[in-house]
């Protein structure tokens, strides 16, 4: 079993920056693949990126592409999302969710790829 607890959501303007973190507990270690999603009101949840194991393969969604970055630091069992140039938009709760299945190289970009998630935490952009 692997606990996530999110952390670094806030109320910024638009074309700021905030990163999120996501620390893992319980069962951890870095053999699990990693995925930020996201839940504006009134929608359901979407999925914004995705880091491999060994943190040399990402993907991104569409809308976030080239303004913000996933990492993770397997030995402080984190991982980031550095979210850079902001719009009202990107305003949702934003969930850290982890795979603990048998990952065979793919891009993971479904909720039901994943097995473990986090409370979230929330962001907000005012224009």
């Known amino acids: 079993q692997v606990q996530l607890v999110e952390s670094g959501g806030g109320l910024v303007q638009a074309g700021c920056s905030l990163r999120l973190s996501c620390v893992a507990s319980g069962r951890t270690g870095s053999s699990y693949v990693m995925g930020w999603f996201r839940q504006a009101p009134g929608k359901e949840r979407e999925f914004v990126a995705t880091i491999n194991r060994s943190a040399d393969r990402t993907y991104y969604a569409d809308s976030v592409k080239g303004r913000f970055t996933i990492s993770r630091d397997n030995a402080k069992n984190t991982v980031y999302l550095q979210m850079d140039s902001l719009k009202p938009e990107d305003t949702a709760v934003y969930y850290c969710?982890?795979?603990?299945?048998?990952?065979?190289?793919?891009?993971?970009?479904?909720?039901?790829?994943?097995?473990?998630w986090g409370q979230g935490t929330q962001v907000t952009v005012s224009s």
């Open positions: 969710a982890a795979r603990g299945r048998l990952s065979g190289g793919l891009i993971y970009l479904r909720e039901d790829e994943y097995d473990y």
